[in-house]
């Protein structure tokens, strides 16, 4: 039987990596077969694409060119990591994927989401998440969460406005896709984590 896919998506700090390690954890204890990823994963390819997208010195690239690098990493990673994974019936867990598209292109930098729909047509059609968890914490609370009063000394202006209309594209896709599930991660990375793994026995995704 082929695996189940499943992402995990919410702005920076809302507790991804936090709660994967968990997760894996929990899956491991329970002798489930799985794949831990995240994108650009383990491909070389899309690990060099990434370098282009993120490299300093390319101050001139415009947001239709990141949204197109981001697409061709997300293919390579599909077709080289993902799709082996679950034709051999594994679980594959992804640290972010196409809704980051949407949220961090498409809203944030306002391409819009029609256009981050259309250069991710592979990615939607062909590998839609049987469930994706949105760690649904707003950039601020995440951030007071990390660093209590020091706040006001950090954060840039600008940077967070961006972070807020990346929470703000994460929260228009909910109506959009009922795959995405918002997880409230309010409490203790424990009672996440717990919210989390009865959501994924509640979706048929472990047992
Ligand atoms: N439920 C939680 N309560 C308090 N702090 C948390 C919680 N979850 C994560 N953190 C802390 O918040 C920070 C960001 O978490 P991280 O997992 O790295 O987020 P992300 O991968 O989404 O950027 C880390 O310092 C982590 O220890
Ligand atoms: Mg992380």
Known sequence: MRGKFITFEGCEGSGKSTQLRLLGEYLTQRGVDFLMTREPGGSAIAEDIRKIILNPAYTEMCPECEALLYASA?????????????????LVVCDRYVDSSFAYQGE??????????????????????????????????????????????????????F?????????????????????????????????????????????
Request: charged share 30%; with cysteine.
């Open 74 to 90: 997300r293919i390579q990673h599909l077709k080289e990591i993902v799709e082996p994974a679950l034709a051999a019936g594994r």
């Open 108 to 161: 944030a930098r306002g391409l819009g989401a029609d256009f981050i729909a259309e250069i991710n047509g592979y990615a939607l059609e062909k590998y839609p998440p049987d469930l994706t968890v949105f760690l649904d914490i707003s950039p601020k609370a995440a951030f007071e969460r990390k660093h209590g009063a020091d706040q006001n000394d950090r954060i840039e202006a600008l940077g967070f406005e």
């Open 163 to 207: 972070h807020e209309k990346v929470y703000k594209g994460y929260k228009k896709l909910l109506p959009k896709f009922p795959r995405i599930v918002a997880v409230d991660c309010g409490g203790t990375k424990f009672e996440t984590a717990e919210i989390i793994k009865n959501l994924l026995i509640d979706k048929a995704i472990i047992k």
